[in-house]
């Protein structure tokens, strides 16, 4: 099936369109752009430069995507944004293509980004990602899968968020929060673990009891970080699939964990 694109639609030459995919009324497709199979592009948005949209993604009214990056060291070339599958971008969302000539913006699949959200050049997105309105990623932030960002929270230059983490509402996140737990405040601390998260991702109540132990070992038993990831090396429960994703993610830290809450 070819694609159905309104009469009033810009696309401009260069552009690929895949089949099946649908652009409304007065959407914007540039001449850089590549669109998946079965994309919807509903009326005034807009998909612009060195950009690789998926298939059955859909992009809602006026947001922008693969806009040049805010960046004031950008120095001109070719930057670019790469999207997987089966994303949602609703109402005002924004992504930016990297700032570096030849480097690009990666979001994964099945993500849903909801109004006003704002992800900036170079982030990294994994899958199954949430983020509730208004929310914002600096630049070179990185986002494990099954993540939720709560509304309007903020998160600042090159931090992380491990798979499985929470973000609370109008939390700003300066460091880099562990997988599996969940942080809030301004500077944003890790107050418990994702309990709800991980049941709904099907974790089994063993899991879940590895994921509180590391949460007491480091958070809880008054060890400092070196002492606490040491003791989680250490323990019987090393091996296990929960303890490594945290100690991987800590060895690769850059801006140091997310403290806990007093």
Do not use: W
Request: aromatic fraction near 6%; glycine fraction near 12%.
């Amino acid at each position: 099936m070819t694609a159905m694109i309104h009469r009033t639609a810009i696309v401009e030459t260069g552009a690929v369109i895949g089949p099946e995919v649908a652009i409304g009324a007065y959407a914007f497709v540039g001449g850089g752009v590549v669109l998946g199979a079965g994309t919807c592009l509903h009326h005034h948005a807009s998909v612009e430069g060195n950009t690789v949209l998926g298939e059955r993604c859909e992009v809602f009214p006026y947001a922008c995507i693969g806009g040049k990056t805010q960046d004031l060291k950008f120095a001109g070339g070719n930057p670019g944004l790469r999207i997987g599958d089966d994303n949602v971008f609703r109402e005002y969302v924004t992504i930016h293509c990297a700032t570096n000539d030849g480097d690009v913006t990666r979001v994964g699949s099945h993500n849903v980004l909801l109004a006003s959200c704002h992800v900036a050049h170079d982030c990294v997105l994994a899958d199954h990602i949430v983020m509730s309105n208004g929310a914002v990623l600096a630049g070179h932030v990185t986002v494990e899968h099954h993540v939720v960002i709560g509304g309007y929270g903020g998160i600042h230059q090159f931090c992380r968020l491990g798979a499985h983490a929470m973000l609370s509402a109008t939390a700003k996140l300066v460091h880099d929060l562990p997988p599996y737990f969940i942080a809030d405040g301004t500077p944003a601390e890790v107050r418990a673990i994702n309990r709800v998260g991980l049941e709904r991702s099907g974790f089994t109540p063993e899991q879940l009891d590895r994921v509180k132990l590391i949460h007491r070992l480091l958070y809880r038993d008054g060890l400092n970080r070196t002492q606490a990831l040491e003791k989680l090396a250490n323990h019987a429960e090393a091996g296990s699939a929960e303890f490594q994703q945290v100690l991987n993610f800590a060895r690769q830290s850059e801006r140091g964990l997310a403290p806990g809450s007093r």
